[in-house]
């Protein structure tokens, strides 16, 4: 019987043997990818004795086409009302509308934490030498910092009024043809991530937190998420964690909280990767980590991306790449970015074995070197198959 999933007083989802979870196909090649990805997911939970119904529900492209509309509001009550929904790449419309469609979804469901896992698939072509070394999970702020989208235009009369602004009140000078940004920070909007990154090793055993950032620059930005980043530890979890200044670099059985500027994180990332587990960071810093990160272990195209809210239990996965519309319809494209993130989604539901079983089956695939286009051009000796073909050589190791 498809039922709703919800959530208990405890703040526990309480998620049903067949829950009824709202999907977007995505634009251009969603075509491809999302049947894909559906039909893996399907059979892991089948396996498991689970079954999913699945409800359509449109945004960008097929969206407007459909209904004139690039998000229809129609969408957004789907997921605020079911919690938890799944989503292949959109479009974002250009020259007026919503800035990203991604973004937006985010800030009406307050998804304040976008989770980017990165590991390396044994058999995935890879730049670095050692890409096994790669194992991190980032969280990144969805809510605040430049994403917020607070910025006028230069040379409007918005512009001019913010400049005269802050001129009169602070004293700051700002060039007459220059953009204005506002960059907030808060501090409940950084310890809710912090709090979510820190809760993560705890349940899941990872010994080390890091907090990104470029405070030595944003001093009362990006300078105060490490700070309470630091009084978080000390306040809620001493008992399990401990930060680096407070156990002079031994942290005994908690787990080690250090923080990092964020453009040598860029670089320790790439030359010292086994050095780190979860990161916590801001919006933009997040952005850049995640991607720099995900080329080292074969790109963007199997990096899975979530965006959930742990309070309310809202949560959205999606694609993490573009929508390639060249490629769309050519059952060509690796759907291995939304599969993954379909994996999220079930652990965050809690069907861990049925997402255990397909990460297995996907490394046991690219092991195999039954793989699409993107990584078969990278290997020798490989079998290069369609987008479908792949999923059912995972679905065949299930």
Not at 185 to 197: E, P, Y
Not at 349 to 357: L, S, T
Request: aromatic share 8%; net charge negative; glycine share 10%.
């Amino acid at each position: 019987m498809a039922e709703k999933i919800t959530m208990g007083a405890d703040g526990v989802l309480q998620v049903p043997d067949e829950p009824i979870i709202p999907f977007i196909e995505g634009d251009g090649t969603g075509v491809d990818i999302w049947p894909a990805a559906r039909s893996v997911l399907d059979a892991a939970a089948a396996k498991h004795g689970h079954t999913v119904h699945w409800t359509e529900v449109l945004a960008g492209e097929k969206a407007y086409n459909e209904t004139g509309d690039w998000l229809p509001q129609e969408t957004v009550e789907s997921f605020t009302d079911h919690l938890i929904g799944i989503k292949g790449p959109l479009t974002t419309p250009i020259g007026g509308g919503f800035r990203s469609l991604n973004v937006a979804l985010r800030q009406i469901l307050d998804l304040y934490v976008c989770l980017r896992p990165v590991r390396w698939f044994q058999g995935v072509p890879s730049p670095v030498k050692q890409p096994e070394l790669v194992d991190m999970v980032i969280f990144r702020e969805n809510t605040e910092d430049i994403y917020a989208g607070m910025e006028v235009e230069a040379m409007t009369p918005e512009a001019l009024k913010l400049r005269e602004l802050l001129e009169d009140a602070f004293g700051w000078r700002i060039r007459e043809d220059a953009g204005i940004g506002i960059k907030p920070i808060s501090k409940t909007g950084s310890q809710r991530l912090q709090r979510a990154a820190l809760q993560y090793a705890v349940d899941r055993g990872r010994p080390r937190v890091h907090w990104v950032h470029k405070g030595n620059i944003m001093k009362f930005t990006e300078g105060a998420f490490q700070k309470w980043g630091y009084e978080l530890v000390r306040e809620e979890f001493s008992d399990v964690a401990v930060g680096w200044d407070d156990c002079d670099g031994d942290p005994g059985d908690r787990i080690l909280v250090q923080d990092a500027i964020a453009d040598i994180a860029l670089q320790q990332v790439l030359t010292r990767p086994a050095e780190f587990d979860v990161i916590a960071t801001m919006n933009l810093n997040g952005d850049y980590l995640s991607d720099a990160l995900a080329a080292q272990v074969g790109g963007i195209g199997i990096a899975p991306g979530g965006n959930a809210n742990y309070v309310t239990g809202h949560g959205i996965f999606e694609a993490t790449h573009g929508t390639a519309p060249r490629y769309a319809g050519q059952d060509k494209v690796n759907p291995s970015s939304v599969l993954l993130s379909g994996v999220l989604m079930f652990e965050h539901i809690g069907w861990q074995e049925a997402a255990d079983d397909i990460v297995r089956a996907v490394e046991s695939a690219v092991s195999d070197k039954v793989v699409t286009y993107d990584f078969a051009r990278l290997m020798d000796g490989a079998t290069e198959v369609k987008c479908s073909e792949f999923a059912s050589a995972v679905v065949d190791r299930l």
